[in-house]
């Protein structure tokens, strides 16, 4: 069935460092692809997207790449603080309706400071 | 986006009774979701609330053990019945607007079953 493949884990980086999580999914026709960041006690909050007609989006130290041929897509955050500390949701339409989001088994990020 | 409100925020219940979640919208959305998301797991989705109509669950869920009531277009609730340990988790609300496919999240309802 349809599926979304989240790597790593979780991730350690030093502040000021970059910080890159990978998604790979399974259906060919998803066509839209965006990333939550979840902060402890908080609903998951949605931080960008991108679309199957574009490469590449960038939003300040933010920016997500997707490569429809290999069925990958990655979230990039540059220069990295304390505060994006949190755990990162990747997801995926799915084939049954624009609305039916398939996600990845998430990404818990440590900024050290 | 939207501004979700959910209520309540968590609570914590007896095995056996049952607990209702609102999730109230402040503008008119087309989708209105409900998902779980269990201890340290990725976010899976209960049903789609049709307003005026049963809600559309997905495999697995069932409308006796989660019932949805959405009356119009900002208002929603599950309702988690005959608890169990089993249906600790975080339940969260979703909405999409009609006009993009964006899916915003309420700051979700933390249960935990005793």
């Known amino acids: 069935g349809e599926n979304v493949e989240q790597h790593p884990s979780t991730l350690s980086v030093q502040e000021g460092d970059s910080a890159v999580i990978k998604c790979t999914y399974s259906?060919?026709?998803?066509?839209?692809f965006p990333w939550y960041k979840q902060e402890l006690g908080k609903g998951p909050q949605l931080i960008i997207d991108i679309r199957s007609n574009v490469g590449e989006k960038k939003d300040q130290r933010i920016a997500v790449t997707l490569n429809k041929t290999a069925k990958h897509f990655s979230l990039h955050i540059t220069e990295t603080q304390p505060e994006d500390s949190a755990v990162y949701f990747c997801a995926a339409t799915g084939t049954s309706g624009t609305y039916k989001y398939i996600f990845g088994t998430g990404t818990r990020l440590k900024v050290l400071a | 986006s939207a501004v979700i409100s959910q209520k309540p925020s968590r609570d914590i219940c007896q095995r056996g009774t049952s607990l209702t979640i609102q999730c109230q919208v402040d503008?008119?959305?087309?989708?209105m979701f409900w998902y779980r998301q269990q201890p340290g797991q990725s976010l899976t989705l209960i049903a789609t609330?049709?307003?005026?109509?049963?809600?559309?669950?997905e495999s697995g869920f069932v409308i006796d053990k989660f019932p949805i009531s959405r009356p119009n277009l900002t208002f929603s609730t599950l309702t988690v019945s005959n608890m169990s340990p089993e249906d600790s988790s975080i339940y969260l609300c979703s909405v999409a607007h009609s006009a993009a496919e964006k899916l915003f999240f309420g700051s979700g309802t933390q249960l935990s079953v005793l």
């Open positions: 503008s008119q959305v087309t989708m």
């Open positions: 609330a049709n307003q005026g109509s049963e809600a559309t669950y």
């Open positions: 259906d060919s026709a998803s066509n839209y």
